[in-house]
């Protein structure tokens, strides 16, 4: 078998380069993937190792095969190209190692691995290519110095990070692909410590003793056979790990998908518990106004009637006593017209529907600023359009609520409103000076947490009419309200 091997030794060295020319070129087609994976961002420097140190063993075979042809080639370039080669691929591999034990954020840790490892090669190399006197010697013992001070601390920094890789592929629930990485760490162990350390013989301690010669007395086949099937090991399971990206992308798609049910889910709880109380708030408002009517509108009513049946039996006896009655009547009778116009008033302005969006907001800033002594600045931009009611009272109604949440709430001297109309939308800023609020802890729902539905509604208002409405705040900062709505309609003069 060991002449067998021998006598096709340049098929060994093709499938041993192919092998990892293969894994470097099928991680480059899947690197442009985007993952939060420690293993994945170091899969870069594989990539260096397997199409360089591919690209070397297909160099030793095409010399391999200039030598069966017209024997050896001796260029002056060809021992610091092929010892180049060799090294930079051997330091992708010591750097993919590194990374994945120190991880992207302990740079330092992974610089001071790399560099300690190259600087013990470069004085050693030194040190061999200064000690050696012929050309044929130099060229084997860097050659093999270069794997021993190389090669087997790679292999033992890549098994070591594939193993941990392995440990947290299984915690993020992918226990085959921490079994693929964990037989590529056998593999490249293998390759690494046995396939190195048998190298070319040379004066380098121990290739006098353990060396490609000894290995094939005791095996029986050359040490490239070994190198090649536990590249080809190697290249499999590297490959074969790759699905991580595949399997990392389902479970962040299945997570989202989770995320929106769940927030899909509360949305409607919240809408359901919105509607309900809205319902609550329609009838308590019928009742307040009931309440009002009976109390205020009808007894004013009821003594009209009773004024003016005694001013009638009063007229014919009495004329001035009359005439004082009448006076009295007629002020009763302005403060029910006065009371009532407030009723309307609070109900839905009259301003909305005759003067528009704009003079209504205009209309309630003031009598707010006048009963709370709050400051209240109205500014507007763009050509007024014609608005439907609907939009009109949507944003009405929330520009209402945000005022009155600030008068309750917020402790602010100011309120900035400002109405921009463009083509399609109508854009309404409600910005206040006071202390603020934490917005995830007020907006969802938490259980034993009040639930803010006034902001809420807001929010459920604008999406009625196609709209958006975003609220920011943070504690001391104050608060904005930023409601957008699309509209349609035709221009008129501001």
């Known amino acids: 078998m060991g002449e067998l091997f021998s006598q096709n030794i340049i098929v060994v060295y093709f499938f041993y380069g192919l092998s990892f020319f293969v894994m470097g070129l099928a991680i480059l087609l899947e690197f442009g993937h985007s993952s939060k994976l420690d293993f994945a961002r170091a899969l870069g420097l594989l990539i260096g190792f397997g199409l360089i140190h591919g690209s070397h063993e297909w160099l030793e075979m095409f010399l391999l095969i200039r030598d069966q042809i017209s024997g050896p080639f001796t ?15 051997f330091l992708f591999l010591i750097a993919f190692g590194a990374r994945l034990i120190s991880g992207v954020e302990n740079r330092r840790l992974y610089l001071g691995m790399l560099s300690t490892i190259t600087a013990i090669w470069v004085i050693g190399l030194l040190g061999v290519l200064f000690n050696q006197s012929t050309n044929q010697t130099r060229a084997i013992a860097a050659d093999v110095y270069t794997r021993y001070a190389l090669a087997i601390p790679g292999a033992v920094l890549v098994v070591w990070g594939l193993i941990l890789q392995r440990r947290k592929f299984i915690q993020i629930g992918m226990p085959s692909i921490g079994r693929d990485v964990l037989l590529a760490a056998i593999a490249f162990g293998l390759y690494g410590v046995i396939g190195q350390l048998f190298a070319k013989p040379s004066i380098i301690f121990p290739s006098e003793y353990l060396n490609s010669e000894v290995f094939l007395r005791w095996f029986g086949f050359p040490i490239q056979v070994f190198r090649a099937a536990t590249a080809i090991m190697a290249a499999i399971f590297i490959i074969r790990s790759l699905r991580a990206f595949e399997v990392e992308s389902n479970q962040r798609i299945n997570e ?15 809408r359901a518990e919105l509607l309900h109380r809205t319902v609550i708030a329609q009838e308590s408002e019928r009742q307040r106004i009931a309440r009002e009517l009976h109390d205020g509108t009808g007894q004013t009513l009821t003594a009209l009637g009773m004024g003016l049946r ?17 006076n009295q009547l007629e002020k009763l009778a302005t403060d029910g017209v006065e009371e009532l116009q407030r009723m309307v008033s609070g109900l839905h302005p009259p301003q909305l ?18 009963r709370f002594g709050i400051i209240i600045n109205i500014s507007t931009n763009g050509i007024k359009t014609i608005l439907s009611s609907d939009v009109r009272a949507v944003v009405f109604r929330i520009a209402q609520e945000a005022i009155t949440n600030v008068v309750r709430h917020a402790t602010a001297s100011k309120i900035d409103v400002q109405l921009d109309y463009s083509v399609d939308n109508i854009y309404l800023r409600v910005e206040d000076d006071g202390q603020g609020f934490n917005t995830d802890v007020v907006l969802k729902k938490k259980p034993g947490k009040p639930t803010a539905w006034g902001l809420l509604g807001m929010v459920e208002r604008a999406s009625l009419v196609g709209g958006t409405c975003n609220i920011y705040s943070h504690p001391g900062q104050g608060t904005l309200i930023e409601v957008n709505v699309p509209v349609i309609g035709e221009t008129k003069d501001a």
Do not use: C, F, H
């Open 353 to 370: 529907d005759d003067l528009g969006l704009l003079a209504a907001l205009r209309w309630y800033a003031n009598d707010i600023s006048s």
């Open 256 to 270: 989202l998908r989770e995320s929106q049910i769940a927030e899909q889910q509360r949305l409607d709880a919240l």
């Open 75 to 89: 260029a002056s370039w060809l021992l610091p190209v092929r010892l180049v080669a060799l090294a930079v691929s």
């Open 310 to 326: 005694g001013m009638s039996e009063m007229i014919s006896t009495n004329r001035n006593r009359a005439i004082e009655q009448a």
